[in-house]
């Protein structure tokens, strides 16, 4: 999900990562994977010879939590709920100014430990905390490994960093000084999990667009100017030779370039709509195609997309307008004949969340696909009395897990037993 927060600036560690890859060759998953890893079978997932079809989780948080008991907690309560796949960030990056900061308060941060006195935090090994967890609770993880936008270490900070200052947003997908540093990241994490079946999928990037919420787009960054495509291929591509087995996908929202423009009227005057314009930078109908994409993913909150057409009265709906994209999605998959996720969803609102989400999720359900909304809440955490700061405005409240609005927990039963039941209608197809 898009967050708005403070930027910051990029850390030693970064600079330190920059180095020239060697070129990326293509490596077609192997049809024949260990035990235990997911695959694809045309628009299906398979687990062992068997379809997986399954209701995820987002929790960007699970990781930044300081105490076992507080993840294996968090982790009973999603196998309880049916929960099979969890969708969290593999990434917290933070300069060196910030250290002493991160030192107090026991921030999470993912860097191989490069800066002065990391020793003394857990760098990767709270990651490797939950994935282990995961696998403890029969949940596979899927791992985004960098931001779009600029909380927690997103690709804006690669920019400031490596290009410098002035500099438009997309320059993260054509620089080959930031891209080596991506990539070397990449490789850091990937080595260090590519033998586990508690990896699900790796996801290049979460919401990757031309813009981000601090630098803007640049001229060759357009419609049609393929700058997303050709990044999402080199990378896929790249995964795809440091792991055979594995599943990649992008973590794109789904935007479409149509030809065809689609269109809508607001304040007496024609828009073009930029979830279908290109202007986003993706194209999902070919993204999907590319030969080391194994599945589709996208996002849905048309509630913030088109807030100047959702009032009363109006003759556009959150509910249609989503059932739409669902649709769109599909027939996207389907020519592809790749599997497809809708992999994060939100509406504001308790009353919005039970009248409009039981549509949603029956409509992926009845064309067969996963869905992972966003996001999944915890009650009743106990790290620091069950009330900390983890960083920006985000916390653990009365032991809550942090809430931006879209998030769920137990208590909220009319909400919480939409998932419980899909999840137990996914589960079942999966045998």
């Given at each position: 999900?898009?967050?708005?927060?403070?930027?910051?600036?990029?850390?030693?560690?970064?600079?330190?990562?920059?180095?020239?890859?060697?070129?990326?060759?293509?490596?077609?998953r192997?049809?024949r994977?260990?035990?235990?890893?997911?695959?694809?079978?045309?628009?299906?997932?398979?687990?062992?010879?068997?379809?997986f079809?399954?209701?995820?989780?987002?929790?960007?948080?699970?990781?930044?939590?300081?105490?076992?008991?507080?993840?294996?907690?968090?982790?009973?309560?999603?196998?309880?709920?049916?929960?099979?796949?969890?969708?969290?960030?593999?990434?917290?990056?933070?300069?060196?100014?910030?250290?002493?900061?991160?030192?107090?308060?026991?921030?999470?941060?993912?860097?191989a430990?490069?800066?002065?006195?990391?020793e003394?935090?857990?760098?990767?090994?709270?990651?490797?905390?939950?994935?282990?967890?995961?696998?403890?609770?029969?949940?596979?993880?899927?791992?985004?490994?960098?931001?779009?936008?600029?909380?927690?270490?997103?690709?804006?900070?690669?920019?400031?960093?490596?290009?410098?200052?002035?500099?438009?947003?997309?320059v993260?997908?054509?620089?080959?000084?930031?891209?080596?540093?991506?990539?070397?990241?990449?490789k850091?994490?990937?080595?260090?999990?590519?033998?586990?079946?508690?990896?699900?999928?790796?996801?290049?990037?979460?919401?990757?667009?031309?813009?981000?919420?601090?630098l803007?787009?640049?001229?060759?960054?357009?419609?049609?100017?393929?700058?997303?495509l050709?990044?999402?291929?080199?990378?896929?591509?790249?995964?795809?030779s440091?792991?055979?087995?594995?599943?990649?996908?992008?973590?794109?929202?789904?935007?479409f370039?149509?030809?065809n423009?689609?269109?809508?009227?607001?304040?007496?005057?024609?828009?073009?709509?930029?979830?279908?314009?290109?202007?986003?930078?993706?194209?999902?109908?070919?993204?999907?195609?590319?030969?080391?994409?194994d599945?589709?993913?996208?996002?849905?909150?048309?509630?913030?997309?088109?807030?100047?057409?959702?009032?009363?009265?109006?003759?556009?709906?959150?509910?249609?307008?989503?059932?739409?994209?669902?649709?769109?999605?599909?027939?996207?998959?389907?020519?592809?004949?790749?599997?497809?996720i809708?992999e994060?969803?939100?509406?504001?609102?308790?009353?919005?969340?039970?009248?409009?989400y039981?549509?949603?999720?029956?409509?992926?359900?009845?064309?067969?696909?996963?869905?992972?909304?966003?996001?999944?809440?915890?009650?009743?955490?106990?790290?620091?009395?069950?009330?900390?700061?983890?960083?920006?405005?985000?916390?653990?409240?009365?032991?809550?897990?942090?809430?931006?609005?879209?998030?769920?927990?137990?208590?909220?039963?009319?909400?919480?037993d939409?998932?419980?039941?899909?999840?137990?209608?996914?589960?079942?197809?999966?045998?």
């Open positions: 999900m898009r967050t708005l927060f403070a930027a910051c600036i990029l850390s030693s560690w970064l600079l330190a990562l920059v180095s020239r890859a060697e070129p990326a060759t293509i490596q077609r192997n049809s994977v260990p035990q235990g890893f997911v695959t694809t079978n045309g628009r299906t997932f398979e687990l062992d010879g068997k379809p079809s399954f209701v995820g989780a987002n929790s960007y948080w699970l990781p930044l939590l300081l105490t076992e008991s507080d993840v294996k907690k968090t982790f009973k309560t999603m196998q309880e709920a049916g929960v099979k796949v969890l969708r969290t960030w593999g990434f917290n990056a933070i300069n060196a100014t910030e250290l002493p900061g991160a030192l107090e308060s026991g921030l999470t941060y993912y860097q430990c490069p800066l002065p006195h990391a003394s935090l857990s760098c990767l090994q709270r990651l490797d905390r939950v994935i282990s967890t995961a696998g403890e609770y029969g949940i596979k993880v899927i791992v985004a490994f960098t931001n779009n936008w600029v909380g927690y270490g997103g690709s804006d900070l690669y920019v400031n960093w490596i290009a410098g200052a002035n500099q438009p947003h997309d993260f997908f054509t620089d080959s000084r930031i891209i080596a540093s991506y990539q070397s990241y990449v850091t994490i990937v080595e260090r999990y590519k033998h586990s079946p508690n990896i699900f999928a790796w996801e290049l990037m979460n919401e990757a667009r031309c813009l981000s919420d601090t803007p787009a640049g001229p060759s960054c357009v419609p049609g100017s393929n700058t997303l050709t990044w999402y291929g080199q990378q896929s591509d790249f995964v795809r440091l792991d055979p087995n594995h599943l990649i996908t992008t973590g794109g929202e789904g935007h370039f149509w030809k423009s689609v269109e809508y009227w607001f304040d007496h005057t024609l828009v073009s709509d930029y979830n279908f314009n290109g202007q986003a930078g993706e194209d999902f109908d070919h993204d999907l195609l590319l030969p080391n994409i599945f589709g993913t996208y996002h849905l909150y048309p509630q913030s997309w088109y807030s100047e057409l959702d009032f009363p009265g109006s003759n556009w709906t959150v509910e249609g307008w989503g059932l739409e994209w669902i649709d769109d999605h599909v027939r996207a998959a389907n020519k592809a004949n790749k599997p497809v809708l994060e969803f939100g509406v504001g609102g308790l009353q919005n969340k039970s009248t409009i039981p549509k949603w999720v029956q409509r992926a359900l009845d064309t067969k696909h996963a869905i992972m909304p966003w996001q999944f809440g915890e009650l009743g955490l106990t790290e620091d009395g069950g009330n900390r700061i983890i960083k920006y405005a985000d916390a653990i409240n009365h032991g809550a897990s942090p809430n931006d609005g879209n998030t769920f927990y137990i208590n909220q039963t009319a909400v919480w939409i998932f419980t039941r899909a999840a137990k209608i996914q589960n079942e197809r999966s045998g």
